[in-house]
Each structure stands twice: as C-alpha cells, then as structure tokens.
C-alpha cells in the first residue's frame, strides 16, 4: 500500500511540473495582440493614442496613433511621417511600424499611423473607401496641426504592399477626388513625398507591377 501510495504522489507531482511547465511556455508562446505590439513599440516614445479623426456614416471610429518627437527642432512644427498599413486592403492594423522611429525622433520628426477601413463585401466597403480614409486622415492632420505641434506643408506618406498602394493614391490623386468626411473636406495637407515598398500600381497591366 505504502509502495502505491508513493507511486501515486510521484506521478502525482510529476504531471502537475509537466502542466505547469507547459503552461509557462504557451503563455512565452503567446503572441501580443495588435494593440500590445503598439504598446511595446511606442515605448520610449511621445506617443498619443487612439486619437478618432473621423467617424463613418455607420458610426466606425477610425483611429490613429502619433509619435511626437522629443525634442522641438523646427520653428513651424514637426514635419510628419504618416504611415499606412499594408494587408490586401482587407487585413491588417496600424501597429505595424516601418522605418526607425527613434531615428525620426531624433531628426524632430513626427509619426503619424493610421487605421482605414478594410474591405468588406458584406458592409459595401470597398477599395474607394480605404483612399477616402487615408485622405481624411491626411486632412485630420492639417487641421490639428497647430494642435500636435505639426507642420502640415511637410507630409511625408509612407506604406507598404496595399499600404503602398494607398500611400501614393494619398499624394498623386487629386483632393477633391476622394472625399467623406465633409467636415474635413476643406483642408489641404502638403505633402512632399510618398514612398510605396512593393505596391501595386495597376489592375490592368499586370506586367507594371514588376
């Protein structure tokens, strides 16, 4: 009795260091959530969050995140890198930040990262709405600039694949061609470049894409 006694503590005890152990590593295997990722990216930094800079006719709220830097080098404010997210346009969140940050910071640049609506037959969201979304955001910035600190004469748009895309439909396409936010409607950001990694430039010739 006192031999299956032991027996029975032993595996007892060894099957519950086994569950434990394999419970610390699925919480280390635990991937953070989007927001989390932002969370740990922006530490260290001026970072104002979930910043609303428009809300759609069905009540989204579209948000965004900017980075101020540290230091105030410019006499007109900040200029700013606005960062769009890739994803196929219908996956993907503002949490993925490209280019060094930190390297902005330093320069007295500022970064902006945006959400925009991701397609979506079943809401009626298409391609259209992204480029509304992202110009809207653009146009938040301008009138808030004084707000942040901002120069809004010097927008810098940046994105990859889909946010890519989205970044040079920003800056090569006219304002008044895509437009939601009436309210936003009337304000003109500046912008001085836009750099698309890997987007894509035609539905229509595929050959263009290379």
Not at 57 to 67: F, H, R, T, V
Not at 93 to 104: I, K
Not at 185 to 210: H, M
Request: with cysteine.
């Amino acid at each position: 009795m006192r031999i299956m006694n032991r027996l029975f503590l032993r595996t007892f005890l060894t099957v519950s260091f086994l569950a434990a152990s394999f419970s610390g590593f699925a919480q280390q295997d635990k991937k953070p959530t989007p927001y989390e990722r932002g969370t740990m990216q922006y530490k260290g930094h001026n970072a104002i969050r979930d910043i609303v800079y428009k809300t759609t006719a069905d009540g989204q709220k579209l948000e965004m995140d900017i980075i101020l830097p540290k230091e105030k080098l410019y006499k007109n404010g900040a200029p700013v890198v606005l960062q769009i997210h890739g994803g196929g346009w219908h996956s993907g969140d503002r949490f993925h930040l490209g280019g060094d940050v930190a390297y902005y910071d330093k320069k007295g640049v500022a970064t902006a990262t945006v959400s925009y609506r991701l397609i979506s037959l079943e809401k009626g969201i298409t391609m259209v709405d992204c480029i509304k979304d992202v110009k809207d955001a653009a146009r938040f910035l301008a009138k808030n600039a004084k707000k942040y600190g901002l120069d809004a004469s010097r927008i810098a748009v940046w994105g990859h694949s889909a946010g890519g895309h989205l970044s040079l439909m920003e800056v090569l396409t006219s304002n008044k061609d895509f437009v939601d936010d009436k309210d936003l409607a009337k304000y003109e950001p500046k912008f001085v470049c836009a750099v698309g990694l890997a987007p894509i430039v035609s539905f229509v010739n595929p050959k263009a894409n290379d």
